[in-house]
Nanobody, 118 residues
Framework: QVKLVESGGGLVQPGGSLRLSCAARGIIFSGYDMGWYRRTPGKQRELVATITSGGSRNYVGSVKGRFTVSRDNAKNTVYLQMNSLKPEDTAVYYC????????????WGKGTLVTVSS
């Protein structure tokens, strides 16, 4: 039984920082590629950042230089450090887990809301 639980969302001012966490249960965490997606009401879900089982990172262009994705395999947790936040970053952020080499299999958390506003 797979469960992904996001935490760390909230209200932050523009230019501020926030750290999201996603704790995974029921998977062999070290063998999974992990990702963060976000969705704004009325918009398609967008891939924000990924970190593979091997530690390779990828970011959507709009967050490069501001966001950092990392993982702690000992804690079965993936993080998203968000700095220099902008109002356009406001969204529900979702954690995703995908077994490396099996792109058709995906697990999702329920999301955590990030609101960037003054």
């Amino acid at each position: 039984q797979v469960k992904l639980v996001e935490s760390g969302g909230g209200l932050v001012q523009p230019g501020g920082s926030l750290r999201l966490s996603c704790a995974a249960r029921g998977i062999i965490f070290s063998g999974y590629d992990m990702g963060w997606y976000r969705r704004t009401p009325g918009k398609q879900r967008e891939l924000v950042a990924t970190i593979t089982s091997g530690g390779s990172r990828n970011y959507v262009g709009s967050v490069k230089g501001r966001f950092t994705v990392s993982r702690d395999n000992a804690k079965n947790t993936v993080y998203l450090q968000m700095n220099s936040l902008k109002p356009e970053d406001t969204a529900v952020y979702y954690c995703n887990a995908n077994p490396s080499g099996l792109p058709g299999m995906n697990y999702w958390g329920k999301g955590t809301l990030v609101t960037v506003s003054s």
